[in-house]
């Protein structure tokens, strides 16, 4: 059986707002599930171990997917998310592949994670896929290839786009974009409308555009195990 390690944020404040941030439930069930049906073996990890933060925003009634509904009623996997396991605990050789889910948290915890940005360098030079959606991309905001030059440096890549950050309102609150830091590291950037799902695969390297774009990520991340 094919294991999978999600990896989730543990950063909960959204910068100097006072409002609250996390990860987004849909990028974490959507996947999840669609990994979990297909019968992979999944293990979840975050900075801090633990009950990672949600961010309250995708908890609204107009954010709930059939995923997000499935996992409201799903008192196991509300379990397996309370006891994440800590980050640091964690060895690439026990996975098959990598998982980022996004949510703005992650621009400010696993992009500068030390332990995060390691791991993402051993999988990919151990060939094991490295996947990541929305905000979570961040995550390579440091990472690099044996050559020292940014993993996505000549990539294909795909990630929130800045016009969809601006339709949130965050553009000023955020420590970075993920767009104009994927273009900054040498990544070919595309992306589609805002908010249409879009999945970008480069080796191995998959990205998601957004929320809309975390279960064509799973597929493409199932194909590529395959």
Same mark, same amino acid.
């Given at each position: 059986?094919?294991?999978?390690?999600? /990896?989730? $944020?543990?950063?909960?404040?959204? &910068? $100097?707002?006072?409002?609250? $941030? =996390?990860?987004?439930? +849909?990028?974490?069930?959507?996947?999840?599930?669609?990994?979990?049906? @297909? =019968?992979? *073996?999944? $293990?979840?990890?975050?900075? #801090? =171990?633990?009950?990672?933060?949600?961010?309250?925003?995708?908890?609204?009634?107009?954010? #709930?997917?059939?995923?997000?509904?499935?996992?409201?009623? *799903?008192?196991?996997?509300?379990?397996?998310?309370?006891?994440?396991? @800590?980050?640091?605990?964690?060895?690439? #050789?026990?996975?098959?592949?990598?998982?980022?889910?996004?949510?703005?948290?992650?621009?400010?915890?696993?992009? %500068?994670?030390?332990?995060?940005?390691?791991?993402?360098?051993?999988?990919?030079?151990?060939?094991?896929?490295?996947?990541? !959606?929305?905000?979570?991309?961040?995550?390579?905001?440091?990472?690099?290839?044996?050559? &020292?030059?940014?993993? /996505?440096?000549?990539?294909? /890549?795909? &990630?929130?786009?800045?016009?969809?950050?601006?339709?949130?309102?965050?553009?000023? /609150?955020?420590?970075?974009?993920? %767009?104009?830091?994927?273009?900054?590291?040498?990544?070919?950037?595309?992306?589609?409308?805002?908010?249409?799902?879009?999945? !970008? +695969?480069? =080796?191995?390297?998959?990205?998601? #555009?957004?929320?809309?774009?975390?279960?064509? !990520?799973?597929?493409?991340?199932?194909?590529?195990?395959?």
């Amino acid at each position: 059986m094919k294991k999978i390690l999600i /990896v989730l $944020t543990s950063h909960e404040d959204l &910068g $100097t707002t006072g409002e609250k $941030t =996390g990860f987004w439930i +849909e990028e974490f069930a959507a996947p999840y599930y669609f990994l979990k049906d @297909k =019968g992979f *073996d999944i $293990t979840v990890a975050s900075p #801090q =171990g633990g009950q990672p933060p949600i961010d309250p925003k995708s908890d609204a009634p107009d954010a #709930q997917t059939p995923a997000t509904e499935r996992f409201k009623k *799903d008192k196991e996997t509300q379990e397996t998310l309370a006891k994440t396991l @800590k980050l640091d605990t964690i060895n690439q #050789q026990d996975y098959d592949a990598v998982f980022y889910p996004g949510g703005h948290g992650p621009l400010w915890d696993l992009a %500068e994670d030390t332990y995060s940005i390691a791991l993402i360098e051993d999988f990919y030079k151990n060939g094991k896929p490295v996947a990541a !959606v929305c905000h979570a991309p961040a995550v390579f905001k440091h990472t690099k290839d044996a050559d &020292g030059t940014s993993l /996505v440096n000549g990539k294909k /890549v795909t &990630g929130f786009t800045n016009e969809e950050e601006d339709a949130v309102q965050l553009t000023e /609150v955020v420590p970075f974009l993920v %767009e104009d830091m994927l273009k900054k590291n040498g990544g070919i950037y595309s992306k589609k409308e805002a908010w249409a799902s879009y999945a !970008v +695969e480069d =080796g191995l390297l998959i990205t998601g #555009q957004n929320p809309a774009s975390s279960e064509a !990520v799973a597929e493409l991340l199932v194909k590529k195990l395959n």
